[in-house]
């Protein structure tokens, strides 16, 4: 019965925290699994902002002891890597166990290219103290 309650608690967080309005983003990466363990994985990323510090949730399976790792950690997130340190549930030995991985991030948010700068008709682009302005008899600028 405990088990079930505790099932549906996780499960309405889970829910609660899916009304943000951040995107996610997934990652697949190598885990060194402390105790001498290495595990290959997948995370998904609560944001995709790149160059920030994010949550991930992911499983992972271990090499050495042939089992399942669901995980939960804190990762920064890059536009293309992602580095985590994860707390894990190693399932066939029953004990939780810490990582810390590096993989490749996919879903992540390019930045937006940087528009030129809109050039001001009244300076002198040519540095000669000519702007090619006119003040007109209406007292108007005409420039050239």
Same mark, same amino acid.
Not at 3 to 32: D, N
């Given at each position: 019965?405990?088990?079930?309650?505790?099932?549906?608690?996780?499960?309405?967080?889970?829910?609660?925290?899916?009304?943000?309005?951040?995107?996610?983003?997934?990652?697949?990466?190598?885990?060194?699994?402390?105790?001498?363990?290495?595990?290959?994985?997948?995370?998904?990323?609560?944001?995709?902002?790149?160059?920030?510090?994010?949550?991930? %949730? !992911?499983? @992972?399976?271990?090499?050495?002891?042939?089992?399942?790792?669901?995980?939960? /950690? +804190? *990762?920064?997130?890059? &536009?293309?890597?992602?580095?985590?340190?994860? %707390? !894990?549930? @190693?399932?066939?030995?029953?004990?939780?166990?810490?990582?810390?991985?590096? /993989? +490749? *991030?996919?879903?992540? &948010?390019?930045?937006?290219?940087?528009?030129?700068?809109?050039? @001001?008709?009244?300076?002198?682009?040519?540095?000669?103290?000519?702007?090619?302005?006119?003040?007109?008899?209406?007292?108007?600028?005409?420039?050239?």
């Amino acid at each position: 019965m405990k088990k079930h309650i505790s099932s549906f608690v996780f499960a309405a967080i889970l829910a609660v925290g899916g009304t943000a309005h951040a995107e996610p983003s997934f990652g697949f990466g190598l885990t060194y699994v402390f105790g001498g363990d290495w595990a290959v994985g997948v995370r998904v990323f609560h944001d995709d902002e790149p160059e920030s510090a994010v949550l991930a %949730l !992911g499983v @992972d399976y271990k090499f050495g002891s042939g089992s399942f790792r669901p995980t939960v /950690g +804190a *990762a920064y997130l890059d &536009e293309d890597f992602y580095l985590d340190f994860s %707390l !894990g549930y @190693d399932i066939r030995a029953q004990a939780l166990d810490y990582g810390l991985g590096l /993989g +490749a *991030a996919f879903e992540t &948010e390019t930045p937006a290219a940087a528009s030129p700068p809109t050039p @001001d008709p009244t300076t002198d682009p040519t540095g000669d103290g000519d702007t090619g302005c006119v003040l007109t008899g209406g007292h108007a600028l005409a420039c050239d």
